[in-house]
């Protein structure tokens, strides 16, 4: 497994400071409350059951053409 270069570190702590600076917690987004964190995790839900969705019909399209083609392969292999 390759070491992250030294830059590539000191970039990412850099960007993480201000994350640990004041502000008592607040952070980019502003106050987050109850309602903020539960539309947060009901958009995650949604984005991956979309996404699994998307790639299971994409799959089976895609399983369809493979399909397909074999026959057509088959068929003029044997000279249907």
Known sequence: MRMLPLATLVLWLSLAA???AGDNGE????ETD???ITFFS???ICFFTLVVIV???IQGRLEKRKHEREALELRRRVGW
Not at 27 to 30: A, E, I, R
């Open 55 to 57: 790639g299971s019909v």
């Open 18 to 20: 201000p994350a640990l």
């Open 27 to 30: 952070g980019v987004y502003g």
């Open 34 to 36: 109850d309602k903020v």
């Open 42 to 44: 009901l958009g995650l």
